[in-house]
């Protein structure tokens, strides 16, 4: 099984950054009348914050990491590595982690990568990134996590659109020979990977004029090939299977006590299935914070950004916490992360 039990790093910092643009779902015009109260009561999602067309997921991802560089006073030329999370990047190529380095003025001896990995994106970012530094050679790096869906969603598809918002977050990282260990449960299924697809677009299946064009899809919705589609009905089925089994595996086979932990960090989806998931999983509410209600599902960065924004998290951000984060999406992959924090770094949310 995909077991990873890594030592000698610590988190000490996360960060956030979301655009300005407040985008209601009860003022959505592809909902029928009452249709947006019903979807806001299901999903739990109020509004989300929406980039302009110049704004990428690197711009919101940069701002975020540069606020936490400063305030946790680091000296960038020691920054050993960055991993970049996101399937919207800058361009097909340089990867994009190639000019973040360079726009967070980091040393050229900087190890860089960019990972496509959706909505488990901080769970799969954050083996990656301890396992490259546990051994030592690398004392500080940096994991920047941060989507854009609103690029590559259907303005007209209600089915998406609603639930989607952007948002960039980075993840500070120390070498550290008395941290506790990360503890990681990791899955995928590739054999589902057409259940949440841009079909167009990519080498498989190259631009064409035609992939602008709009059409009414089997699911009644309208969208272009270039544009995201989802089996729903599937996605909603593996998240609810896979969402508990990914907590439940990893506390089983490193022997942690669900409850005693602190908090419980899911992947934003919605509120009907991350409450399916709590209940199943036996955690009280407190214990799960939630930024979906005004910050939608943002993909690989819903937990990090849930850290900097969820109510109730004083202990978290104040003093020492035990943790568990789960997430699952496309792909389709999933994991889980068992991992402690004493006293980290938190700016204050930005806003570009």
Same mark, same amino acid.
């Given at each position: %099984?995909?077991?990873? =039990?890594? #030592?000698?790093?610590?988190?000490?910092?996360?960060?956030?950054?979301?655009? +300005?643009?407040?985008? *209601?779902?009860?003022?959505?015009?592809?909902?029928?009348?009452? #249709?947006?109260?019903?979807?806001?009561?299901?999903?739990?999602?109020?509004?989300?914050?929406?980039?302009?067309?110049?704004?990428?997921?690197? *711009?919101?991802?940069?701002?975020?990491? *540069?606020?936490?560089? /400063?305030?946790?006073?680091?000296?960038?030329? /020691?920054?050993?590595?960055?991993?970049?999370?996101?399937? $919207?990047?800058?361009?097909?190529? @340089?990867?994009?982690?190639?000019?973040?380095?360079?726009?967070?003025?980091?040393?050229? =001896?900087?190890?860089?990568?960019?990972?496509?990995?959706?909505?488990?994106?901080?769970?799969?970012?954050?083996?990656?990134?301890?396992?490259?530094?546990?051994?030592?050679?690398?004392?500080?790096?940096?994991?920047?996590?941060?989507?854009?869906?609103?690029?590559?969603?259907?303005?007209?598809?209600?089915?998406?659109?609603?639930?989607?918002?952007?948002?960039?977050?980075?993840?500070?990282?120390?070498? *550290?020979?008395?941290?506790?260990?990360?503890?990681?449960?990791?899955?995928?299924?590739?054999?589902?990977?057409?259940?949440?697809?841009?079909?167009?677009?990519?080498?498989?299946?190259?631009?064409?004029?035609?992939?602008?064009?709009?059409? /009414?899809?089997?699911? &009644?919705?309208?969208?272009?090939?270039?544009?995201?589609?989802?089996?729903?009905?599937?996605?909603?089925?593996?998240?609810?299977?896979?969402?508990?089994?990914?907590?439940?595996?990893?506390?089983?086979?490193?022997?942690?006590?669900?409850?005693?932990?602190?908090?419980?960090?899911?992947?934003?989806? =919605? %509120?009907?299935?991350?409450?399916?998931?709590?209940?199943?999983?036996?955690?009280?509410?407190? +214990?799960?914070?939630?930024?979906?209600?005004?910050? &939608?599902?943002?993909?690989?960065?819903?937990? @990090?950004? $849930?850290?900097?924004?969820?109510?109730?998290?004083?202990?978290?951000?104040? &003093?020492?916490?035990?943790?568990?984060?789960?997430?699952?999406?496309?792909?389709?992959?999933?994991?889980?992360?068992?991992? +402690?924090?004493?006293?980290?770094?938190?700016?204050?949310?930005?806003?570009?």
């Amino acid at each position: %099984m995909p077991f990873f =039990n890594i #030592e000698n790093v610590k988190m000490v910092g996360v960060s956030a950054c979301v655009p +300005k643009n407040i985008e *209601d779902n009860i003022s959505y015009p592809y909902f029928a009348e009452g #249709e947006a109260e019903r979807v806001i009561a299901s999903t739990g999602i109020k509004q989300r914050r929406i980039a302009n067309s110049e704004t990428t997921s690197s *711009d919101l991802c940069f701002e975020a990491a *540069d606020k936490l560089l /400063e305030e946790l006073k680091w000296n960038r030329e /020691e920054v050993g590595c960055l991993i970049y999370v996101s399937q $919207t990047p800058d361009y097909i190529l @340089p990867a994009t982690s190639c000019i973040l380095q360079k726009r967070l003025g980091l040393s050229q =001896n900087c190890l860089v990568l960019d990972l496509s990995i959706g909505c488990p994106g901080w769970i799969y970012g954050m083996n990656m990134i301890s396992s490259l530094m546990s051994h030592g050679s690398i004392v500080k790096g940096l994991l920047l996590v941060g989507e854009t869906p609103s690029k590559y969603k259907s303005y007209k598809d209600k089915s998406s659109w609603p639930l989607f918002g952007d948002a960039g977050t980075a993840t500070a990282l120390e070498f *550290d020979k008395q941290a506790e260990p990360l503890q990681f449960f990791i899955a995928a299924d590739g054999y589902s990977y057409e259940s949440i697809i841009i079909k167009e677009g990519g080498f498989r299946f190259p631009f064409r004029h035609e992939s602008l064009e709009e059409k /009414e899809d089997n699911d &009644g919705m309208v969208r272009n090939a270039l544009q995201s589609r989802m089996d729903g009905m599937s996605v909603f089925a593996f998240g609810l299977k896979q969402g508990p089994a990914a907590i439940k595996e990893l506390s089983s086979h490193f022997s942690i006590d669900i409850n005693a932990i602190d908090f419980l960090f899911i992947h934003q989806a =919605n %509120m009907y299935m991350n409450e399916k998931i709590r209940k199943k999983i036996g955690i009280s509410l407190e +214990k799960v914070p939630y930024s979906l209600d005004v910050f &939608g599902n943002t993909s690989c960065a819903t937990i @990090p950004l $849930t850290m900097v924004v969820g109510a109730g998290l004083d202990k978290f951000r104040n &003093g020492f916490s035990d943790n568990l984060a789960c997430a699952f999406g496309v792909g389709l992959t999933w994991g889980s992360l068992y991992f +402690k924090t004493d006293k980290i770094k938190i700016p204050e949310l930005m806003e570009i």
